[in-house]
T-cell receptor, first 114, second 111 residues
């Protein structure tokens, strides 16, 4: 079965650079969520999109932005990177048509800011 | 801030032993989910619970949605080495739509 695809798997950036993370949800899933997980931490919700519109916003810094495109893939754009942005970034998808609200997560992008 | 209190924080058990972990909240949750995360990978859904009092099994795993809708537990019977990982409880609070996570339980199994 198709899963949530994230790219790249690993990314190394320098401080003050920008980064773009991509997420391809499971086909027919209409909702995408972005989470940030620091070392030894639980995933923290950043932002979500339903049918290409932002549906909820969590602890996402103003330096970050995201959008969902017409093909339902989503991109997380991160600017003016700081050392503290180093983390695993997960994307998850789900569909409101399915009573199962168990999000399916991708394998994540490990961002290292040096 | 943290809305789910997950315990224990870590466990180091002998292969073959049973494991129990739980999550509590001061708020009511509409769903409870249990995930397992391996190092460097995304969380994988183990069990999803949708109704208060619901008891669901998935192989050696059993989870229950507390009757008050403020807690859930996960049991793993006859643990094996591949059970090693971090287990997260997660849930949808009665307000809002986003999934919130507990702090995780690190499980180590010695064979």
């Amino acid at each position: 079965a198709a899963g949530v695809i994230q790219s790249p798997r690993h990314l190394i950036k320098e401080k003050r650079e920008t980064a773009t993370l991509k997420c391809y949800p499971i086909p027919r899933h209409d909702t995408v969520y972005w989470y940030q997980q620091g070392p030894g931490q639980d995933p923290q919700f950043l932002i979500s999109f339903y049918e290409k519109m932002q549906s909820d916003k969590g602890s996402i810094p103003d330096r970050f932005s995201a959008q969902q495109f017409s093909d339902y893939h989503s991109e997380l754009n991160m600017s003016s990177l700081e050392l503290g942005d180093s983390a695993l970034y997960f994307c998850a998808s789900s569909t409101r048509q399915d009573t199962n609200y168990g999000y399916t997560f991708g394998s994540g992008t490990r961002l290292t800011v040096v | 801030g943290q809305q789910l209190n997950q315990s224990p924080q870590s466990m180091f058990i002998q292969e073959g032993e049973d494991v129990s972990m739980n999550c509590t909240s001061s708020s009511i949750f509409n769903t409870w989910l249990w995930y397992k995360q391996d190092p460097g990978e995304g969380p994988v859904l183990l069990i999803a619970l949708y109704k208060a009092g619901e008891l669901t099994s998935n192989g050696r795993l059993t989870a229950q949605f507390g009757i008050t809708r403020k807690d859930s537990f996960l049991n793993i019977s006859a643990s094996i080495p591949s059970d090693v990982g971090i287990y997260f409880c997660a849930g949808h609070p009665s307000y809002g739509n986003k999934l919130v996570f507990g702090a995780g339980t690190i499980l180590r199994v010695k064979s």
